[in-house]
């Protein structure tokens, strides 16, 4: 497999079952920032030192890969060999809450909205989390765009309770470094 192929140079892209789009489709534009988003959660993983929030942000990232391949698919035509990697179920959705559970278990309890920032992984999460959300309203221009089909609205839910678990594991990052939350 090429790195360059040359078909992107006059800004068009191809899409999972073949359609050539903009580069700047609302569809890629999804895409994209659940890729970023990937990346910055790839920064975070390698800033940390603690296996627990490590290991969860891997899985997070093998998760994202699946959404990413599902957006890109307008046509839902994921080849059956993909399509079991490739989802997103419940169960995932169940898991991010079980850990927002599980780490907050240990957080003081949040009373005022408080600042992004802390150890320098903390921040990481902070900025993923801000990147996550941003992926979530290029999931919802998507949708209404090209209307309630153009993607598995399980992916939305995954999506957005990521960013809550983002925040909670900044928090807890944070707090297990010993580094103060300003609170605002």
Known sequence: MKIYTRTGDSGETGLFDGTRV???DVRVAAYGDV??????LGFARAS???FEIRSMLERIQRDLFAIGARLADPAH???DRVTKAAAVAPE???RLEQ???????????LRRFILAGGSPAGATLHIARTVCRRAERAMVTLEQTLGAGAFDPS???YVNRLSDLLFTMARAVNHRSGATELEW
């Open 22 to 24: 903009p580069k700047n």
């Open 35 to 40: 890729d970023e988003l990937s990346a910055w």
């Open 48 to 50: 940390l030192e603690e």
């Open 77 to 79: 035509r994921i080849a």
């Open 92 to 94: 995932d959705i169940a």
């Open 99 to 109: 850990w927002i559970d599980s780490l907050e278990a240990d957080l003081p309890p």
């Open 155 to 157: 992916l939305l839910v």
